[in-house]
């Protein structure tokens, strides 16, 4: 197979940068899923979709607004809208699994596994860099582990999940990466960040 | 030593000096002073000049009100005007310039506006510079030759003409309970909240919690009052669930409890630390708020009461008893109140000489009484100041027998000498943020203030905000919000003691003194006494006009010292109450914002931007890109030498010879799925895509519901149930949003799902004679020849190991092929291609080759699609299907929709050989000065490798009824004018054999 | 301001876009009743008081919202989804 180029170049560079004075408050990192799907219930079909996907990616996936899970093997799911779920895990294989488990009668999946970009931040100062960005509340009591939130910085489309109590992924556009990434970057600056 | 510098006392850290310049000269200061104190210590009473008429200012105030000394701040290479000298901590280094005075404080040629003064009143500008009605100078041209002279003159600082290189940021907080206001109300309220397990933040606007507990010279159970409230500010920073924000404005209450505050992070210290930013914007929401903005102290209006040395007798107060800095040698007091005499008090013991009390109560309480002689003084009741005397500082004070009753001043004046006169005119509750959130504020005579009203969001009300004046009240009362809050009733359990017991700060309902000179009202603005009658004389008498005609109110103090007086002024003239007159409402910001503030990230660098799967290699292969929208897009890959016009030529004419090569993964992509999905297309389009194919393509037009074009595309039916759909690049969002609608709110009863996949997808056009050639040569897994892959054929192979999805469209009129790849793989098939491309000398091209293409074949864009047009008047009239209803088809039959008059397209050629201009109007007749009018515009236009002409498309009236007919271009913008030819605007192979081939 | 979306909770402003008056009724699809057309695609009441709009929530789960806002005091009274509204344009 053909290794997919990563949409970031050359100005997303591993080390360490920023303000040190406190150590490192944020370590941010490209997350190279082999697959991404959205998976997209009919009315009335929600559960039924949320089960199939559970089965297929053995994790328990409740089908209700903003809920989401992941797999000891780092297979996640969190709900982006209505009867909608993003679907990923590092398996190239996992798309073509999710598409025949869900049958037209359930809903549809759509592969946006080039079409996603997954970036990864955590460390202790994570929801005060993120709370420069997005207007959500980031308190693990309002956006508990596993949760999943549709939001947007400015034009740029994200959609988080909660993957630690410090540990946060993000899905954006790849045409947009590149500068989201700067910005995530910049945001975190004065607390010091390591790109790994 | 400094003059004015007591030997002891105040909370300044005498042991740590600091340098700083005002007007390049050098002052010392000490750690703790802000520049205004600062400068007071060095016995600087001349600090600014006012906004019209240049009058000598002074320090007026000790805060956030402060109406005189705006200065301008010079730091890291940036000139940052009106910052009032209050609000700003020195540092050593710090440079400040004093503002509009030329070419010096002292001798400030600006000062002439005084002998003016009297023909500059209220509505000056409005009555003068209208101009005359007839000549050359009428109307506004008459004040546009003006304003230069005026702006010169008046105003205030002078802005940078340099990009702001600070750092500013926008942070997002949420919170159970927002406090705004730091001192002992603001306190409690928070300590009660955070006990009580909600998650708090407590934003204070100045670099300390404690307010008024600062200077108040109280004990709070024996300890001095500073130092209490520095160990409760202490326990709160304890809680993990509280975020202390000093240095923090919150200037704007919106609706949902959402709050704008201002965060002056590194305004303090000389240098901001990289990576940091200067100022942070918070937006809070809260679940609840507490107001605890406490009070601010109101002048009394007389003659000369501007006059450096002039002051707020609570602001002496605050000098002396935190900074340790005495007003003056010999200060009067001037008051309606009891608040004046602790003030005096005050400057006695920090050793300062108090001339005289004036007040002009004709009694006073024993409390007052008592205070009188501690501070040395017997009052000079039923009197008042009706002058002062001394010109760029005060020398003396006229005071007069007053009659409190009728206002009437009587009797000889006797001139006190003194250099500073400390006023009070009582106490106003800081309203701003409880009036922004949605309700009026409500008089109280009593008290002769406006007190918070009943809330019309969710905030709680406590200490000086709500009227009540004295720290005990400030205690309970903050408490008891901080307990609402959080659910809870009141509390009984004790509170500190306080000493010593507060006064009555009840003013007597005097505001204004009538005498003879200036008096002015709004300090910043230079608005008098007798502008606000003179508004009522000419009938501005609504608060909101007297506002907006003298202005008064709406400098960046935002009428802070000023909007009580003026009203009670206003109130006198029109013989009504106060209440009556009604009060304007605030507005946001309560304290100026910097623009850098608001737009924080979303400008400079940060911007979003969009890249394609193959930027980079567009950029090491010396494309020129270009924005089109958010995305980034080669315009030419202009060789050395090369001008963009050569370039864009060369790829066109190698795309007609050999093949070309296009990036076109900007376009649009949206997966549509379902079994509803080709009813679906069916309703959008104009035209019929129920009958398409699986693994074939069609060209769609979609109408806006009023019937006019909205957007063109193709769509390829990949399964049954399974269709991808494109859009143009500017209109990707706009589509997608469309068609949501249409789901969500007119047809859901459709199953149907929709997924944005423009990013999944990298897409290259192949186009020119050679392009199957080039495919034949990389493609693997299926054939491409033209009985596999015919005209709008779908084929799914591979290209150098990466899957790939081809169907055959053409936008350039050659043959051509879409090849789209995983975005991943983008860069890899695109390189691969361009190796399969190398024996036929395939050649990337750019926007504008792409451009001069399309024109060729006459094919239309956003620029023909611009929400004007109709598919008729694009002549695509042939995508109107007439077996079914579709989005635009109720509408597209209007009759103004069908004239034959209306503006279609057409084609232009260039008659002179010079080159055409996008917006361009044609016209029948006339000259290059004096065109005709008007029969349409040039909507694109290149040279044509194929035709070797300047070609256009344009809209104009009747269209094809024009072809062979010539008529005149006029662009004056580009001094062009010259005959063209309306044609067909299929200029090239219009019967598209070269595509089909 | 903010908008309590009913999947995603209390959002700020900025992640929705208003999608016009949601008391409209759109006629039948084959209507030929320009009058009627018209009305849909133009005519709006504009009421100072209570009024129902279309929002989306486009920087968030992308559903089309029923906002019942007040027009003089910006306060939201109910918001429901499009898809489960009562509205005209259901219809
Ligand atoms: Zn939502």
């Known amino acids: 197979m053909v290794e997919r180029a990563s949409p970031l170049g050359g100005g997303f560079r591993p080390g360490s940068h920023g303000d040190f004075a406190d150590g490192n408050g944020v370590t941010i990192s490209e997350v190279l899923k082999g697959s991404i799907v959205e998976a997209n219930a009919w009315p009335g079909k929600e559960k039924a979709l949320a089960e199939s996907i559970s089965a297929t990616c053995r994790l328990t996936l409740p089908a209700l607004p903003g809920n989401g899970a992941a797999s000891r093997e780092g297979t996640c799911a969190f709900n982006i809208g209505p009867g909608r779920f993003l679907v990923s895990g590092m398996d190239e294989a996992l798309a073509g699994d999710i598409i025949a488990a869900i049958g037209d009668e359930t809903g549809t999946v759509t592969d946006l596994s080039h079409g996603r970009t997954v970036l990864s931040i955590e460390g202790p100062r994570v929801e005060w860099v993120l709370a420069k960005l997005f207007a959500l509340d980031f308190s693990l009591t309002a956006f508990p582990v596993h949760a999943g939130r549709a939001t947007a910085h400015h034009d740029v489309f994200v959609q988080i999940q909660r993957r630690g109590e410090k540990r946060f992924e993000f899905y954006v556009f790849r045409s947009f990466a590149r500068a989201f990434a700067k910005t995530l970057c910049r945001a975190a600056e004065d607390v010091g960040y390591t790109i790994r | 030593m400094s003059p004015r510098r007591t030997r002891t006392g105040g909370l300044i850290d005498r042991a740590r000096t600091i340098r700083f310049t005002f007007d390049g000269e050098s002052y010392t200061g000490h750690a703790g002073d802000t520049l205004?104190?600062?400068?007071?210590?060095?016995?600087?009473?001349?600090?600014?000049?006012?906004?019209?008429?240049?009058?000598?200012?002074?320090?007026?105030?000790?805060?956030?009100?402060?109406?005189?000394?705006?200065?301008?701040?010079?730091?890291?290479?940036?000139?940052?005007?009106?910052?009032?000298?209050?609000?700003?901590?020195?540092?050593?280094?710090?440079?400040?310039?004093?503002?509009?005075?030329?070419?010096?404080?002292?001798?400030?040629?600006?000062?002439?506006?005084?002998?003016?003064?009297?023909?500059?009143?209220?509505?000056?500008?409005?009555?003068?510079?209208?101009?005359?009605?007839?000549?050359?100078?009428?109307?506004?041209?008459?004040?546009?030759?003006?304003?230069?002279?005026?702006?010169?003159?008046?105003?205030?600082?002078?802005?940078?003409?340099?990009?702001?290189?600070?750092?500013?940021?926008?942070?997002?907080?949420?919170?159970?309970?927002?406090?705004?206001?730091?001192?002992?109300?603001?306190?409690?309220?928070?300590?009660?909240?955070?006990?009580?397990?909600?998650?708090?933040?407590?934003?204070?606007?100045?670099?300390?919690?404690?307010?008024?507990?600062?200077?108040?010279?109280?004990?709070?159970?024996?300890?001095p009052a500073h130092q209490w409230v520095a160990e409760l500010t202490e326990r709160l920073t304890r809680f993990d669930t509280v975020r202390l924000l000093p240095r923090t404005a919150v200037w704007g209450y919106y609706d949902g409890n959402t709050l704008a505050a201002l965060e002056r992070v590194h305004d303090h210290v000389a240098r901001t630390p990289k990576g940091h930013a200067r100022q942070r914007h918070w937006t809070i929401r809260a679940r609840d708020v507490v107001l605890a903005t406490g009070a601010l102290e109101r002048p009394i209006v007389f003659p000369g009461n501007d006059r450096p040395g002039v002051m707020l007798a609570g602001a002496t107060r605050r000098y002396a008893t935190e900074f340790g800095v005495l007003p003056g040698n010999r200060t009067i007091f001037f008051t309606n109140n009891d608040s004046a005499y602790e003030a005096a008090v005050a400057i006695k013991r920090a050793g300062g000489h108090i001339a005289a009390i004036v007040d002009v109560r004709p009694r006073i309480g024993d409390a007052a009484t008592a205070l009188a002689t501690e501070a040395g003084v017997v009052p000079l009741t039923g009197r008042a100041v009706a002058g002062t005397k001394g010109s760029r500082a005060l020398s003396g004070a006229l005071v007069q027998a007053f009659d409190a009753e009728t206002g009437r001043l009587s009797g000889e004046a006797r001139p006190l000498e003194c250099d500073s006169l400390a006023v009070s005119g009582g106490w106003q509750p800081v309203l701003h943020l409880a009036s922004q959130a949605g309700a009026k504020p409500v008089w109280d005579e009593d008290k002769q203030a406006f007190l918070p009203p009943e809330p019309a969001q969710r905030w709680t009300g406590a200490g000086a905000f709500l009227g009540k004046f004295s720290s005990a009240d400030a205690l309970a009362s903050g408490r008891d919000a901080g307990l609402k809050c959080a659910g809870k009733r009141p509390s009984r359990a004790r509170l500190p003691e306080i000493a010593p017991e507060a006064l009555n700060p009840a003013p007597a309902p005097v505001l204004e003194i009538r005498g003879r000179g200036k008096a002015f009202v709004d300090f910043q603005h230079d608005v008098t006494a007798d502008d606000v009658r003179l508004a009522h004389r000419e009938g501005f008498v609504s608060v909101e006009h007297l506002k907006r005609y003298t202005t008064l109110g709406m400098a960046t103090d935002q009428g802070k010292t000023s909007n009580v007086p003026g009203l009670a002024i206003m109130a006198a003239a029109r013989g009504i109450t106060i209440p009556e007159a009604g009060t304007t409402r605030f507005r946001p910001p309560y304290s100026p914002v910097a623009i850098g503030a608001l737009a924080a990230e979303r400008y400079g660098d940060l911007k979003p931007e969009r890249f394609t799967p193959m930027h980079d290699w567009h950029v090491e292969h010396g494309a020129e890109m270009t924005p089109a929208g958010l995305w980034h897009r080669p315009l030419v890959y202009a060789s050395a030498g090369e001008t963009v016009e050569q370039a864009y030529i060369r790829e066109a004419a190698a795309v007609r010879r050999s093949v070309g090569i296009v990036d076109v993964s900007t376009l649009g992509k949206i997966a549509v799925k379902g079994p509803d999905a080709a009813t679906f297309l069916d309703r959008v389009y104009t035209n019929t895509f129920s009958t398409l194919k699986v693994g074939k393509a069609r060209y769609g037009l979609m109408l806006r519901e009023d019937g006019i074009a909205f957007d063109d595309g193709t769509t390829w039916r990949l399964g049954e149930t399974d269709f991808l759909m494109t859009t143009t690049t500017a209109n990707a969002g706009a589509v997608m949003q469309h068609l949501e609608y249409c789901l969500d709110v007119l047809w859901p009863d459709l199953r149907v799902h929709l997924t944005s996949v423009t990013d999944q997808w990298a897409g290259a056009a192949i186009a020119g004679p050679q392009a199957r050639a080039v495919l034949e040569r990389c493609v693997t897994g299926t054939k491409v020849d033209n009985e596999t892959l015919p005209f709008m054929g779908i084929v799914h192979g591979q290209i150098d190991g990466a899957l790939v999805m081809i169907c055959r469209l053409s936008f350039s009129g050659e043959r051509a092929y879409e090849v789209y790849c995983g975005a991943g793989h983008g860069q890899h098939v695109w390189e691969a291609l361009m190796e399969a491309g190398e024996p036929f000398d395939i050649t990337p091209y750019g926007m504008e080759a792409l451009g001069a293409l399309r024109i060729e074949k006459g094919h239309v864009t956003g620029a023909e699609i611009d929400g004007r047009t109709t598919a008729r008047d694009l002549y695509l009239d042939w995508m109107l299907s007439k077996k079914k209803p579709f989005i635009g088809s109720g509408l597209m039959d209007r009759p103004a929709l069908i004239d034959r008059n209306r503006l279609r397209l057409v084609g232009i050629v260039s008659l002179d050989g010079q080159k055409l201009g996008g917006g361009a109007h044609l016209v029948e007749r006339g000259s290059s000065d004096e065109p005709g009018e008007s029969i349409g515009h040039v909507t694109a236009y290149c040279y044509s490798p194929a035709l070797q002409k300047y070609i256009g498309l344009a809209l104009v009236r009747g269209g094809k009824a024009r072809h062979g007919t010539r008529v005149l271009l006029s662009d004056p913008l580009r001094r062009r004018f010259g005959q063209v030819e309306v044609v067909s605007h299929h200029f090239f192979d219009p019967d598209g054999e070269r595509m089909h081939g | 301001m903010l908008i309590d979306c009913p999947h995603c909770g209390p959002r700020d402003l900025a992640e929705f876009s208003y999608q016009g008056d949601a008391t409209r009724t759109r006629p039948d699809p084959a209507s030929t009743d320009t009058k009627a057309w018209l009305d849909y695609v133009y005519n709006r009441p504009n009421p100072a008081g209570l009024h129902r709009e279309y929002w989306q929530h486009a920087g968030g789960c992308r559903a089309h919202l029923v906002v019942e806002r007040d027009t003089l005091t910006h306060e939201i009274r109910s918001v429901a989804f499009a898809r489960s509204a009562d509205s005209g344009d259901a219809a």
């Not at chain 2, 060095?42 to 000598?56: D, E, M």
């Not at chain 2, 500013?168 to 907080?173: D, I, L, P, S």
């Open chain 2, 36 to 223: 205004a104190s600062a400068l007071l210590a060095n016995g600087v009473s001349l600090a600014g000049r006012s906004f019209k008429y240049h009058r000598p200012r002074g320090v007026f105030s000790a805060g956030i009100d402060e109406p005189n000394v705006l200065v301008t701040l010079l730091r890291e290479g940036v000139r940052e005007p009106n910052i009032p000298a209050t609000q700003i901590e020195i540092y050593d280094g710090l440079r400040a310039e004093s503002q509009n005075r030329f070419p010096s404080l002292a001798w400030d040629l600006g000062a002439v506006n005084q002998l003016g003064g009297r023909l500059i009143g209220a509505g000056f500008y409005y009555k003068t510079f209208m101009g005359p009605v007839i000549g050359p100078l009428k109307g506004t041209r008459f004040w546009m030759m003006c304003e230069h002279f005026i702006r010169c003159a008046a105003g205030l600082g002078r802005a940078d003409y340099e990009a702001d290189p600070s750092r500013y940021e926008r942070v997002n907080a949420f919170c159970d309970v927002l406090v705004v206001g730091g001192g002992i109300a603001g306190l409690m309220a928070a300590e009660a909240a955070a006990k009580a397990g909600k998650r708090v933040i407590l934003a204070e606007q100045e670099p300390q919690t404690g307010g008024f507990a600062r200077w108040s010279d109280e004990t709070l159970d024996g300890k």
